[in-house]
């Protein structure tokens, strides 16, 4: 008989700092009301039936076996063309390009790779929750630089400030989740004349690439790809969860020159392998058409402008929604709570949720600002505004 006790060594966590995150609380809490949930950045529809379509066709046709490492050559190649003509850089499909399991692992692959015990990493706040622990699991170090409160630009001088002898990488992200900003033309090359005289790596998220809006007024998206200096040391990452409303599959993808993909490719080999492969040829396939990830930024401003008009009628200040698909609003003047506890009472009482921008700081810097998210049905949207008329 075995008398052995059960008994569970006791660990030493890798990251100390993280616990359960605002979202899970939130989504929980929404649930729990039947609130409408704005909080999480996800759509409520369903993707183009095409889409399903093809990767259906590709799983009949037997295509569901281990892909290269890197991602199958037809999707790669896709990549490389539709990058070319947008922004006019050409990414060799064999050796640039990289097809990962979402946006999420092709930072922490891009920070692993890059990133040395003891390197600095510069990280702009307000900033997607992933990004610092990425850094601290390769032993890095996060340099946080906050964007000016209010507007959530960049400050050049404070990142200027920030840049050491031990910087290794800055992480960037336009269109910006959560404040919904965009950087400019004039921001990248700035960005790109301060990097110049040094070997900083640059980590560009660019998930929401295709929802820039207003370009009657000549907003467009500015891709690091567009400027020399940033692509020839950056690692670009995008989402087809979020260009294509499938946020379920992870799938994503990184650019990056021959050197920097090479090292890429050596972590991302032993933390997913490879990406499923009927998903893959499905992609390569559904982006024969350009119109899907063309038409986005009208789509998505469509229901940018439903939601403000709604909230234009509350309390809420509206702060500018210049891409992505979400809206920011200053809470002061409909509430003295502080940014989460105003979403807990939001959700509990006025039945919507949203997340506030306290959860997107290291030191919860809260500036009664919070986060809802427009991806939903205009069904969803409104049941959320008549609500929202409350106040």
């Known amino acids: 008989m075995n008398n052995a006790i059960e008994r569970t060594p006791e660990l030493k966590t890798r990251l100390p700092a993280v616990g359960t995150t605002i979202f899970t609380v939130m989504s929980g809490l929404a649930a729990e009301k039947n609130a409408v949930n704005l909080g999480q950045g996800f759509p409520d529809f369903e993707c183009d039936p095409r889409l399903v379509g093809a990767v259906t066709e590709a ?74 622990p990425n850094i601290e699991l390769a032993g890095g170090v996060a340099v946080r630089v906050p964007l000016t409160p209010g507007t959530f630009r960049p400050d050049f001088h404070k990142i200027s400030a920030a840049i050491t002898a031990n910087t290794r990488a800055i992480l960037i992200n336009s269109p910006h989740n959560p404040s919904a900003t965009i950087w400019s033309e004039a921001d990248m090359l700035q960005l790109q004349e301060i990097l110049a005289p040094t070997d900083i790596l640059l980590i560009s998220d660019e998930v929401y690439e295709h929802m ?29 969860g979020k260009t294509y409303h499938v946020t379920g599959w992870k799938v994503g993808y990184v650019a990056a020159p021959a050197a920097m993909t090479s090292e890429f490719r050596k972590v991302h080999q032993f933390n997913v392998f490879t990406v499923n492969t009927p998903v893959q040829y499905g992609l390569s396939s559904y982006m024969a058409d350009e119109r ?98 409350k106040l």
């Open 59 to 132: 799983m009949t046709l037997g295509l569901n076996q281990y892909p290269p490492m890197a991602g199958v050559a037809v999707l790669r190649e896709a990549i490389s063309a539709k990058i070319f003509k947008l922004h006019g850089r050409k990414y060799a499909a064999a050796s640039e390009i990289t097809v990962t399991a979402g946006a999420t692992q092709a930072i922490i692959t891009a920070i692993l790779a890059v990133v040395h015990p003891g390197d600095e990493v510069i990280v702009l706040e307000p900033c997607y929750d992933s990004y610092v």
């Open 292 to 389: 899907p990830y063309l038409d986005l930024p009208a789509f998505y401003q469509r229901k940018r402008d439903l939601f403000r008009e709604g909230l234009a009628k509350t309390r809420f200040k509206l702060l500018p929604s210049e891409g992505s698909y979400f809206q920011c609003v200053d809470i002061s003047d409909v509430s003295d709570l502080n940014e989460s506890d105003f979403c807990k009472w939001l959700t509990s009482e006025i039945g919507v949720a949203a997340i506030p921008l306290s959860a997107f700081y290291g030191d919860g810097f809260d500036q009664r600002v919070v986060r809802f998210c427009f991806a939903k049905k205009d069904e969803t949207l409104n049941a959320a505004l008549e609500r929202l008329a």
């Open 212 to 240: 820039v809006f207003d370009a009657d007024k000549g907003q467009i998206h500015q891709s690091a790809v567009r400027f020399p200096g940033l692509a020839a040391r950056a690692f670009i990452v995008s989402s087809f």
